[in-house]
């Protein structure tokens, strides 16, 4: 049954979607593209994840009471975490309970967070002219109003005739200690930098103002490099077919950089020379590639990354249409393909300073998993295939209008459609979510497999019951009846599906055990599991358990922290000590080859089998 | 009376001179270029002059026993300081008697000098390839074997490629902490790198094995430039005048070097692409103008240089036809005309460390002069005019051939003539002689005026007596008569010519007087006068002393230290720590502006005239 959802719109974003009824606003914040802080695991102890309901009916649920003042709640403030949705609502976001570096760096003020120090400044000069009695050079002359700067040579070039043209005033671009540019005038308050998360599917960039660490907008675009492959290792393998593909990749990839900045700039008005810096956190072949370093060595045994420090670049060698004296962070890597946008994770969850055994998994085509314990980290990736993305399903699709995107079972199945109109098909936290209720209800069994109706458990409802349908020997379950389906067609979960989830599954859940028993823990002792990637933000945690994709925690362990790469990058765009960070993240993980454990196809094989119990809370 | 010279000939270098007879062995030496070190002042004691003599007869004088064994005297030894000239002879420098860069540079081993530590190194490494147990990034794999080192990206772009290529083996090129290079093979022991003198006439490179400290060639060439003016003045008027005069300086000023460059390495047989340093030292304009400064503001009140502290540029950018990675250190400049070239000789000199006041003073067009006392430097510069290159004197050349280079007046006039040809004219150093000795006859008076025969003092010679030729109320001094002349036409001391040393010589003596006057010090205080310059190494200290150039010191407190430029761009060449320590000198010295001391007209009318007495002792 696909049940009427509610619609739900933020402020000030002014995003909306359409969530089933009975979902925590927590989880449709997610849906938006908002996460918000859960320091406390969403028990609605911390009050960190506070909102204000501007408009529609939204009771407060009990332990609301304990976080947030009586008269709190009268001023319409709810905690996200535990309120669940039931009418259409407006709800306010205050920036202090939204978690991400614009927000990290703007509660600095309140002595949290990072400072904001970005790498480049401006400063606007007017000197004296020089006299017989103060006759210094011209450089020393800048330096004394500008501080100790290194002058590339370029600009020293012209500095004595930009000097005497324009009356010995103007303004000093400085990044770090080495100055960049001189402009003409007070542009001192227009100094911007660009966060990008480069990602295989899609480039994302952030406008921030270098002065006040304010976030002005956000663009994205497709990364054209799918026309050369879906994944990185079908974009790697054609590098190694073709000489010239390297060329074409890296100019698809510095083309939609260009694409998104443009987007930036025309959405605030923004003069693209007033952009001076780029930081790019993506995984390693989109960083290697976006750089034009042949990724042929990440395409086999043994996966060697050219590069692992961070890189600095010339946006100009990379053709970016920004300030000339702009130079682009490339984010450090770990090995093998822990790539950048690990790393930017790592930065954005701190977990060098985790005072628990702390885990963070990035859930994608590969899986990226970070276990911080003892103050030592280690970092592994593991190919967990397309399936969480809709590929390889028999009717899967990515998370766009048309998917099913969460699925409940009750005495009948309730789907939520993305975009409210009717289902094509099936993503990837829909089919986590199916499976989890088939095996709750007893209809997928350990092994995976789909019960045909006669070995169903006796108490199935008649309408899950009629659901089974066996054909050519395997057992798929409907979903969606033909007359329902955007195509008239029938949505199945395929036996198939269930496979394919397995592998993804097993995929990761084996790299988090091997990196467990390195360091003698069981899963139980995890007291936090971090997802990211924007996948992560959608999963169901509860679900994401049942299937044994997560560890056996408790629901309050285990907190969304967004994108990765999208969190990471501005916090080493707004300061040149998260840069540092950064290198020391990278410098202190042990990156650990899963190929190389001998144990790893055992593990791999045992996390394909479903938990057979799940724990009783949420 | 032109006297038959004496030929003296120089071990190793195998250079040759002509003197006259009772010429003192350290003066030959330095006639020949070869600058000896006299710590004592020449005055015997310390015996750091010891030279060897390989044939000829050479009687050793007294006090050379005080520091030379007798057993080592049997063997040939002298000292130059107190050995004169009688008979032929092939002499023998040994490295250690010889002042210079590469000596001191060479004698680290005796506990003394500069530490060999240049900026480059190579460094030849094997790698071992990767396999899943090391597979670590290649950047990562490099640093392992090289040390800690930035790798520019165009340099990161081809890494992976070369490693692969060469099977993990080749020689890597660091120039401080950043690789510039990546070779085939093991290339480590070609390292070389080229000081440059950059003079206004000419310009002087000495080629550098970097790995020893070896000087390995020296090689000249006429600065270009000299066809858009023989001096820096002209030449900064022409880019005044004319906007496309910079870039054609600058053009001139890098083909010399290039053409220096090509030589040494055509003498050597080192591969021009093993130069991986450049040092330039040159005057405030030489190096503006090589770098493509405009150095239009020198040419005016206040002289406002562009930059002061040490550049580092490219040698691609420059066009010098050495390694793509090679980088050139232009020296730091203190100001106005205070240049790279006085920084040098500062920097050879150790003025820093100067125990007693101490006065380096480079006599050129410009003489540049710098005080050090009680830990302060200061330094000033002063138009001595061309007098002393033999510009504007009637029958004044440069010191080449044909050029009379000493005159020594006792009955009759001795004459030594360069190249032991017929005499063509006389260059600056026959100049300041021949004053000096008529000063002492009582011939010029103190106001410079050459008297005419009957004012002339009763007892002079007969034949000096004839010497004196009045012409259109003015007396001028006879030195070649018609018969033994190149021409057959009779060269003169003119009296215009003493006017035109009289107001070199006041320049330089008035700048002098003042640094001395701003720290109340009186010239018979300074306990050492260092002269620079490559006119100053010629100069008879007693003659300069007699006219007024130089303070009234004994001659044992005045050292010839060769030219400043060629000294101390090896040291910068051959060790970081120079660099630092020349860029600490460039910043501990106050640069005096002699223009606006209200006094300086009044001591430069006063340095014009010549001291009535001189000292007794040499």
């Known amino acids: 049954m696909i049940t009427q959802e509610i619609k739900v719109t933020f402020q000030p974003t002014g995003r909306s979607v359409y969530v089933l009824p009975g979902t925590l606003l927590l989880e449709a914040a997610g849906r938006a593209g ?19 309901i501007l408009d529609g009916e939204c009771p407060s649920s009990a332990p609301a009471e304990s976080a947030l003042s009586s008269e709190h709640v009268q001023q319409g403030y709810r905690l996200a975490c535990q309120t669940y949705i039931d009418k259409p609502l407006v709800v306010e976001i205050p920036a202090e309970s939204q978690f991400g570096a614009a927000q990290q760096i703007l509660t600095t003020h309140a002595g949290r967070g990072t400072v904001l120090n970005p790498v480049v400044r401006k400063q606007y000069f007017r000197l004296n002219a020089p006299t017989s009695k103060d006759a210094i050079s011209d450089v020393a002359r800048l330096k004394a109003a500008i501080g100790e700067a290194t002058i590339p040579f370029h600009l020293l070039l012209t500095l004595s005739g930009f000097l005497r043209t324009h009356d010995w005033q103007g303004t000093a671009v400085v990044a770090g200690n080495r100055l960049i540019g001189l402009e003409v005038g007070d542009t001192s308050h227009d100094a911007y930098g660009v966060a990008v998360d480069l990602g295989t599917t899609t480039v994302v960039g952030s406008l921030f103002d270098l002065a006040t660490g304010e976030e002005k907008a956000v663009s994205a675009t497709m990364n054209p490099q799918v ?7 079908s974009r790697i393998s054609r590098v190694r077919e073709n000489q010239g593909a390297l060329a074409e990749l890296q100019q698809a990839a510095c083309k939609a950089i260009n694409s998104v900045i443009h987007g930036l700039c025309e959405q605030t008005g923004v003069d693209v020379r007033h952009v001076y810096e780029i930081v790019i956190a993506g995984n390693s072949t989109m960083q290697q590639l976006l750089c034009g370093l042949d990724p042929s060595a990440l395409g086999e045994v043994p996966f060697v990354q050219t590069f ?29 393909f822990v790539g950048g946008d690990t790393v930017a994770g790592m930065l954005a969850a701190g977990l060098e300073k985790a005072e628990v055994p702390t885990l963070l998994v990035d859930i994608g085509t590969n899986g990226e998993i970070v276990l911080a314990y003892d103050g030592k980290l280690q970092a592994t990736s593991t190919a967990a295939g397309p399936a969480f993305e809709g590929a390889r399903i028999v009717q899967g699709m990515r998370a766009t209008a048309g998917a099913i995107e969460k699925v409940v079972i009750h005495d009948d199945v309730l789907l939520n459609v993305i975009g409210n109109t009717r289902p094509v098909g099936l993503c990837g936290t829909a089919l986590i979510d199916a499976v989890a209720e088939l095996l709750r209800r007893g209809i997928i069994d350990e092994t995976g497999r789909i019960l045909p109706p006669d070995e169903a458990p006796a108490d199935l409802p008649e309408r899950l019951l009629a659901r089974l349908v066996t054909m050519n020997n395997q057992t798929n379950f409907l979903l969606v009846p033909p007359e329902q389906a955007a195509s008239g067609e029938a949505i199945y979960l395929w036996q198939k599906d269930v496979r394919e989830l397995q592998l993804a599954t097993g995929a990761i859940r084996a790299g988090i055990n091997i990196l467990l028993r390195r360091v003698g823990l069981t899963p139980d002792e995890l007291g936090s599991v971090l997802l990211a990637g924007a996948f992560g933000n959608f999963i169901r945690r509860s679900n994401a358990r049942r299937i044994g994709l997560l560890p056996q925690v408790p629901c309050g362990h285990i907190h969304f922290i967004g994108n990765a790469a999208s969190l990471g990058a501005p916090l080493a765009l707004l300061s040149a000590d998260e840069r540092e960070r950064a290198e020391r993240l990278r410098r202190a993980t042990a990156h650990v080859d899963l190929s190389l454990d001998s144990e790893f196809q055992m593990e791999f094989g ?4 479903f938990p057979l119990h799940d724990l009783d809370t949420c």
Chains 1, 2 share one sequence.
């Open 34 to 52: 908002i996460v918000l802080q859960t320091p406390c695991g969403g028990r609605g102890t911390c009050g960190k994840c506070r909102v204000k």
């Open 308 to 336: 692992d420090g961070a890189l600095t670049i010339p946006a100009q060698v990379l053709g970016l249409a920004v300030n000339p004296g702009c130079e682009v962070f490339v984010f450090p890597q770990v090995g093998g």
């Open 606 to 609: 045992m996390a394909m089998m």
């Open 227 to 233: 026309g050369f492959g879906d994944d990185v290792i």
